[in-house]
């Protein structure tokens, strides 16, 4: 069992950068791939980055690619979410995922534990 708690959301305005930690509980969690997809209202749960369990093999949403950096520290049995240039349209809720998959996934429905989100709001 893996329980992931999200932390960092808040306020930004558009180009500025916020960090997102998921922190997990368990000690089998640096053997399960964490990703990170968003939610926006009246919209789809959408993949947003998503990392190995060796944090060797990356893969990000085209709309994300090299503006989000997604890292782990698995000594801390944390993940990170690094967003940079941040625009309006980044605005949504942000849930931590983490699937048993031996490699990286970008479907939602490939991960069995979720966090319950934090809000990232990105103002113009």
């Known amino acids: 069992q893996v329980q992931l708690v999200e932390s960092g959301g808040g306020l930004v305005q558009a180009g500025g950068s916020l960090r997102l930690s998921c922190a997990a509980s368990?000690?089998?969690?640096?053997?399960?791939?964490a990703g990170w997809f968003r939610q926006a209202p009246g919209k789809e749960r959408e993949f947003v980055a998503t990392?190995?369990?060796?944090?060797?093999?990356?893969y990000y949403a085209d709309s994300v690619k090299g503006r989000f950096t997604i890292s782990r520290d698995n000594a801390k049995n944390t993940v990170y979410l690094q967003m940079n240039s941040l625009k309006p349209e980044d605005t949504a809720v942000y849930y931590c995922?983490?699937?048993?998959?031996?490699?990286?996934?970008?479907?939602?429905?490939?991960?069995?534990?979720w966090g319950q989100g934090t809000q990232v709001t990105v103002s113009s």
């Open positions: 368990g000690r089998t969690f640096s053997s399960y791939v």
């Open positions: 990392i190995s369990w060796s944090g060797g093999s990356t």
């Open positions: 995922a983490a699937s048993r998959s031996v490699s990286v996934r970008s479907n939602w429905y490939q991960y069995e534990y």
